[in-house]
Nanobody
């Protein structure tokens, strides 16, 4: 079992920045592929970013490419999502997800473990 706890959400004005954190416990963190998803009100959950267990491979949704950056600190069992140049359309609940994958994947069904989510609200 893996427990994931997100933090760092909040209210920010358009153009601002936030950094989300997701702390993992219960399994060797360095074996896990980590991803961020988000779900806006009334919409399906969507992929945001993923980072391989080694940290060498990352992928981003087109909508956040160039604005968001995913990173991990295996010594702290934590994955981060740095969000810059935030837009009102980035408003959503952001979820951290984990799975012991050999390859990075972008489907929510590929992930076994999920955090409780953290709200990000971007005002215009």
């Amino acid at each position: 079992q893996v427990q994931l706890v997100e933090s760092g959400g909040g209210l920010v004005q358009a153009g601002g920045s936030l950094r989300l954190s997701c702390a993992a416990s219960g399994r060797t963190f360095s074996t896990l592929t980590m991803a961020w998803f988000r779900q806006a009100a009334g919409k399906d959950r969507e992929f945001v970013a993923v980072i391989s267990w080694s940290g060498r491979t990352t992928y981003y949704a087109d909508s956040v490419k160039g604005r968001f950056a995913i990173s991990r600190d295996n010594a702290k069992s934590t994955v981060y999502l740095q969000m810059n140049s935030l837009k009102p359309e980035d408003t959503a609940v952001y979820y951290c997800a984990a799975a012991p994958l050999e390859w990075v994947k972008r489907g929510s069904h590929d992930y076994d473990y999920w955090g409780q989510g953290t709200q990000v609200t971007v005002s215009s």
